[in-house]
């Protein structure tokens, strides 16, 4: 079925695809793939032909919440081919629609549509989400493999933080619920620098891109940081996030799965 041009930015566009694959479609399960310019905690889609409109969590809400994955029938995994998308607050939008959520929290490097997508022949029927969450990255892994050797290098080389997990959603509220204790415990009167101090030696994802517009870092090198100002409420945090991250790929020693944001090189963006 053909459609006028729309915006990917506009929550009735995701809506459409949805229904219209679910109605046209029966499966037993259902994985939906986001593939565009990712915007970290912020969203996903940024349209060039509608001036960058993109999907924002609130629409991204919107569309799933009137879709036909809902309740008992979720999604069973959600594949973000995008930058940055590995946050808790990404994920925990998927939450009541979906088992499994795989993302990025670093930028990914793309190439041709049927390579970038080549994984979906090696799914099988009796795959679970964190088996169709790995051959997507085991894909993903070869394509910057592929990348790289063209120039004449290694990945390592050539993409130097490359990272990709897949969380388990029925995790995240028990994550999100410690994370909140843990936070609150924290006294920013007597502990202010010290968080400051913290968060300006952190990772901040994109940054080796030249960007520092989504402010990111890895939550639990955000933790264990705080760690020393809360020490048995961290660890509930660590463990939960242990929990709720089944897999994680990662060249690097300091990405373990989960972003969260956290505002410090660009303060003025957090209106948005």
Not at 183 to 206: D, G, P
Not at 231 to 257: C, E, H, M, P, Q
Request: aromatic share 12%; proline share 1%.
């Amino acid at each position: 079925k053909s459609y006028n041009k729309a915006s990917m930015g506009d929550s009735s566009s995701l809506s459409t695809l949805l229904d219209y694959s679910y109605d046209n479609y029966k499966a037993d399960k259902y994985d939906l793939i986001m593939w565009n310019h990712g915007l970290g905690s912020l969203g996903i889609s940024s349209d060039e032909l509608f001036g960058s409109d993109f999907l924002s969590l609130n629409e991204l809400t919107e569309s799933l919440s009137k879709s036909k994955f809902t309740g008992k029938n979720k999604l069973e995994t959600v594949i973000f081919r995008s930058c940055l998308n590995s946050t808790l607050e990404m994920s925990s939008i998927f939450v009541p629609y979906a088992n499994y959520f795989v993302a990025s929290e670093e930028v990914t490097w793309g190439g041709t549509g049927s390579k970038a997508l080549s994984f979906v022949n090696d799914v099988t029927l009796e795959d679970s989400g964190v088996d169709v969450g790995k051959k997507f990255i085991s894909s993903y892994e070869k394509s910057l493999e592929t990348l790289a050797a063209k120039s004449g290098s290694t990945l390592d080389e050539s993409f130097p933080v490359s990272t990709y997990s897949v969380v388990d959603l029925s995790k995240i509220n028990e994550l999100e619920n410690k994370l909140s204790i843990f936070f609150k415990s924290l006294n920013l009167n007597l502990n202010y620098n010290n968080i400051a101090r913290v968060r300006s030696n952190l990772y901040q994802y994109a940054s080796e891109s030249g960007c520092n517009d989504y402010d990111t870092v890895d939550l639990y090198h955000l933790v264990n940081g705080l760690k020393s100002l809360s020490s048995t409420k961290a660890d509930d945090v660590i463990t939960a996030l242990n929990s709720a991250v089944v897999y994680n790929w990662s060249n690097n020693d300091f990405s373990n799965g989960l972003a969260i944001y956290f505002p410090y090189r660009s303060s003025s963006k957090v209106r948005n």
